[in-house]
């Protein structure tokens, strides 16, 4: 029996059921070598030899594909149809042929499928091929550049700027573009500029719309009224006036849909609709393509197969009527120059099979492939027929000019399977609908408003719009977006808030460094032509190791020129680059560097040991300013804690101040003297601002801890205080008792108004959940049933994060990946890479049993 190679066991599931007995399909579990993680393992002194290493995971299966070699010498890869899949066969090739596992006479073939069906693994098979070697070319020289970029850029970051992890030849790139934007929306001015809107009324009594397009015989622009006056004269204008429709123009139009999915049309349509990331998005794909349900999910091609056109055209009329079917097929040409990944669009197996049909039940699964086969049969569809009309109202002495749009549809077309989302709320008033309305006849009004406006700085990047200017820079490529964007999280440069991507401290740090050092390395043409000498390699059309002797002959110098740098060298070029954004001119003309705090020392950005940056004053330790990395805010520096503390009044005749102190904010009763060394002193919660705390609520912090009363049973008193985990109880002889009995609080302000009744009962619940082991947790993510070994695998909350189960084995999920993302995919891989450790453990003892026996006998 022929040997199958894929890279995963679901994939290899679905693919041995269309195979059958024949044939022998195993899972390769991913790429089965690498890089080793350290110096040498590229040597460019030796035309950039490369040293891979069979993962410690991978052996077990490179063996089992060995050991099935012995009983039937064919092997037949079939990894996914890119480059990272052609990479996979030759490693794997590579690697047995080192085992002896492919000897001279081993049938070795290459297939590749775009879909995992019966049809189109059977005629793979009819059509295989030898390992495509200027496609692996292409990946190694990928590889190389990434390991000698990461390998020699990474440790002048380490020694130059503390806090720094990484740098990545296109991470980098991709960081630069969210710091980037971040400087323009910190640099933006918002201008102020003015509309009038009236609602008006046709002679039937029928409201519309209309804005003011001319005043005084001019076309307005859009900051002629730049102030509150100008609108008001402008709103004075139209009241004063009759006014009467000079025009009415209906025209015809027509919209056409978008081109069927690619990988970054794919992740951006996903975040827009479902708020997906790119790995999320992705994981989800990977797993309706291994069931057989959509083409592969990594390509940059737009276009379909014929067979697939004919079937969206049938099922369209099938489903809407032939109405709906153009006369025509609609073709859709790549724009990628080199467009390889996987030569055609991201669509369902079956055109006729809507997602109820299919019974999926993983939700995120369900939503994407609806998604997907929605888009594919739009984009077959005859387009929608519109009627758009335009409706010019103004006065008889030409003063004022008003318009009024709408549209209707006249036939939707696509729109009524499916319409693209856009990326930011755009407000259009053509999608607003008019009554009949004549030319000549009068324009009733019933409102006229004047509106403030002001212009807004470009948005933040959500995973979708920066995957979306990546591919128009020509940055990346399908099979890496996803691990782009997840690295620079993962690396705490970037974080999300709300779907939008924003740069912390030390990933702006670390581009004003890469700016200054390394700028040919970030810029965005480079790096874009890069991926375009990469693409000629591919196509046979480069020689791989020229293109990485051009970049390291020039990189390498680079890096030598920056190993004398000192580190406060480093640190006051970074504040010269920096300075017009940390520093700005100020309104009065004085030195924007010169210590607000103590008129003496200078500001300058300085490194905290965990990588963030802040502004101090260079007359530490006398004087000890701080404010933000970045540039002031006069509002947050009125309301800042100065180093000496922050008066909120009096109580009691003792001062009340906040400080901000090592461990946090807190507040403090009077001051530090000789007789008091140690004042009264209260943490400031989390959820509450330090900057807006008042006295009252000062004063009620340093109430604390207070007492409830006597316990009921025992006399020992009930506390309520706040401590380093939040508000909670304590019964005990006083609050510096180490033993006793704590139970949480739900809030904060429960510490101040719990009675003793409900405390007694919280108290009492916490120390049943003592007595016995409880209800058993309940799972955060239910995926479902192992796909090979059998048993539930569930995400569960830990103490330290949440983690996968199943059975006995629990693996922590990596750092930034929230449980709902964890896919059945990821889960396996983790438990995969935990499980090896307990068996291992359990082989140790294996040899006292030997020894064992040996006695005895």
Known sequence: ?????????????????????????LASYGHVRDLPPKDGSVDPDNEFDMLWEVASDSKKHVK??????????????????DREGEAISWHLQEALTKRKSIKKDTDVKRVTFNAITKAAVTEAMKNARQVDMPLVEAYLARRALDYLVGFNLSPVLWRKLPGAKSAGRVQSVCLRLITEREMEIEAFRAREYWSVKAVLASPRGQEYEARLVSLAGKKLEKYDLENQTAAEMAQQAIT??????????????????SAPFMTSTLQQEASRKFGMGARQCMSSAQRLYEAGHITYMRTDGIDMAPEAVQNARDAIKDRYGADYVPSSPRMYKNKAKNAQEAHECIRPTDMAKDAASLKISDDDQRKLYDLIWKRTLA???????????TVEIGSDDGQVGLRATGQVVLFDGFLRVYEEGRDDDVVDDDDKRLPQ??????????????????????????????????????????????????????????????????PEDKGRLVIAFLENYFRKYVGYNFTAGLEEELDDVSAGDRNYKDVLGRFWQDFSAAIAETSELRITEVLEKINEVLEPHLFPPLEDGGDPRLCPNCGVGRLSMRTARSGGAFIGCSNYPECRYTRPFGPPDPE????????????????????????????????????????NKKPPRQSIPKDWVPEDLELDRAVMLLSLPREIGPHPEDGVMVWANIGRYGPYLKHAESTSDRGGTNANLEGIDEVWTVGMNRAVQLLA???????????????????????????????????????????????????????????MEMAVQLIAEKAPKKKTARKTAAPKKTAAKKKSA
């Open 1 to 25: 029996m022929p040997v199958v190679v894929v890279e995963s066991p679901a994939k290899a599931k679905t693919i041995n059921k269309y195979l059958g007995s024949d044939y022998t399909v």
């Open 64 to 81: 089992a594909i060995a050991d099935a070699l012995k009983d039937d010498n064919a092997l037949i890869l079939a990894t996914d149809p």
């Open 240 to 257: 004063s006036r009759d006014l009467k429709i000079q025009s009415v123009e209906a025209k015809p139009a027509s919209r056409n849909p």
């Open 379 to 389: 984009c077959q569809m005859e387009g929608a027929r519109l009627e758009r009309t």
């Open 437 to 502: 309305l004549s030319e000549g006849e009068p324009a009733d009004k019933r409102s006229v408003t004047p509106e403030q406006h002001f212009t807004q700085p470009p948005p933040r990047y959500t995973e979708a719009t920066l995957v979306k200017r990546m591919e128009e820079l020509g940055i990346g490529r399908p099979s890496t977006y996803a691990s782009i964007v997840t690295t620079i999280q993962d690396r705490e440069y970037v974080r999300k808030d709300r779907n939008r991507l924003i």
């Open 636 to 675: 947050a520096e009125a309301s800042a804690i100065p180093p000496e503390g922050k008066l909120l009044g009096e109580d009691q005749g003792d001062e009340i101040r906040v400080f901000k102190g090592r461990f946090g904010p807190y507040v403090q009763r009077g001051e530090v003297t000789e007789e």
């Open 765 to 823: 619940e916490k120390v049943a959940s003592r007595g016995g082991r409880g209800a058993a947790a309940k799972p955060l993510h239910e995926l479902g049933e192992h796909p090979d070994e059998g048993g539930p695998v569930n995400v569960m909350k830990g103490k330290y994060g949440p983690y996968v189960k199943w059975g006995k084995v629990n693996a922590t999920i990596p750092k930034g990946t929230e449980p709902q993302d964890v896919s």
